[in-house]
């Protein structure tokens, strides 16, 4: 026989090597382990490489069939939302315009729905669910919309929501010290019991109260990101429709 690792010849009955020494049983279970991980490994390549290839069909999915209309409605739409976005964007959230904006008032149902689905984890949460609340809503349309739908436009749409969400807080967390906004009900943090001020009171219980202003400047360039991160999205959505719309044009 051939030792499997020198291929140095010798007798059939040797349990050990008398060239390099290694013993046979024990070379051949390290050999076949090495064997079975690397098929492991390639079986689990295969499988995120056929999960990638869904998520990346499921995010950019365009309908072959390309309705006009609905094409044009879509452009109309997706330059509302761009104009409004960059009005988000270039407002510093000080002047809270995005408290004084529409989407405030879209928002505000979830982020009270949010205090109610939380309380039963207590008072922090019960706080901190508004925000969550709010935030998650959104995110929970984009799966729909990418998972069931598969209307990638429409889920874009629902990123620049989500983003719009995070600049909607900024001005909130911001007031944790000065207290000064108009909160539901008329009052401030100021006049309202402690604890009626959301982030007053998430801050101050975790003892971040004097980063109020660092973590509402990241919600608002978080947001920010989420917002241009959109605009590409839908933007290369419409690119394929419009692609494919030429394309139906020429054949007929």
Same mark, same amino acid.
Request: positive net charge; aromatic residues 16%.
């Given at each position: 026989?051939?030792?499997?690792?020198?291929?140095?010849?010798?007798?059939?009955?040797?349990?050990?090597?008398?060239?390099?020494?290694?013993?046979?049983?024990?070379?051949?279970?390290?050999?076949?382990?090495?064997?079975?991980?690397?098929?492991?490994?390639?079986?689990?390549?295969?499988?995120?490489d056929?999960?990638?290839?869904?998520?990346?069909?499921?995010?950019?999915?365009?309908?072959?069939?390309?309705?006009?209309?609905?094409?044009?409605?879509?452009?109309?739409?997706?330059?509302?939302?761009?104009?409004?976005?960059?009005?988000?964007?270039?407002?510093?959230l000080?002047?809270?315009?995005?408290?004084?904006?529409?989407?405030?008032?879209?928002?505000?149902?979830?982020?009270?729905?949010?205090?109610?689905?939380?309380?039963?984890?207590? !008072? /922090?949460?019960?706080?901190?669910? $508004?925000?969550?609340?709010?935030? +998650?809503? @959104?995110?929970i349309?984009? =799966?729909?919309?990418?998972?069931?739908?598969?209307?990638?436009?429409?889920? !874009? /749409?629902?990123?620049?929501?989500? $983003?719009?969400?995070?600049?909607? +807080?900024? @001005?909130?967390?911001?007031? =944790?010290?000065s207290?000064?906004?108009?909160?539901?009900?008329?009052?401030?943090?100021?006049?309202?019991p402690?604890?009626?001020?959301?982030?007053?009171?998430?801050?101050?219980?975790?003892?971040?109260?004097?980063?109020?202003?660092?973590?509402?400047?990241?919600?608002?360039?978080?947001?920010?990101?989420?917002?241009?991160?959109?605009?590409?999205?839908?933007?290369?959505?419409?690119?394929?429709?419009?692609?494919?719309?030429?394309?139906?044009?020429?054949?007929?």
């Open positions: 026989m051939k030792c499997p690792k020198c291929n140095f010849e010798q007798a059939d009955q040797n349990t050990e090597c008398a060239g390099c020494g290694i013993i046979f049983e024990k070379y051949r279970k390290y050999r076949s382990a090495i064997s079975d991980s690397k098929t492991a490994d390639t079986k689990n390549n295969q499988e995120n056929r999960i990638g290839a869904w998520m990346v069909n499921a995010l950019f999915y365009v309908k072959p069939d390309v309705n006009l209309l609905t094409f044009g409605i879509r452009v109309l739409f997706f330059l509302v939302i761009l104009i409004w976005g960059l009005k988000f964007i270039f407002t510093p000080e002047t809270n315009y995005t408290g004084q904006s529409i989407w405030h008032l879209i928002n505000l149902p979830f982020h009270e729905a949010g205090h109610i689905i939380f309380r039963p984890l207590g !008072s /922090f949460m019960t706080s901190l669910g $508004g925000s969550l609340t709010q935030v +998650l809503m @959104p995110l349309c984009m =799966a729909t919309f990418v998972i069931k739908s598969r209307d990638g436009f429409a889920a !874009s /749409f629902a990123l620049w929501w989500t $983003g719009e969400n995070f600049m909607d +807080l900024a @001005p909130y967390i911001n007031d =944790a010290r207290l000064s906004l108009p909160l539901l009900g008329g009052n401030t943090g100021r006049t309202s402690y604890g009626f001020h959301d982030w007053e009171f998430i801050l101050k219980e975790s003892g971040l109260i004097r980063y109020d202003h660092v973590l509402a400047n990241f919600s608002y360039k978080f947001g920010t990101i989420l917002m241009i991160i959109s605009f590409l999205w839908g933007g290369y959505i419409l690119f394929k429709y419009c692609r494919n719309l030429i394309r139906k044009t020429k054949k007929d």
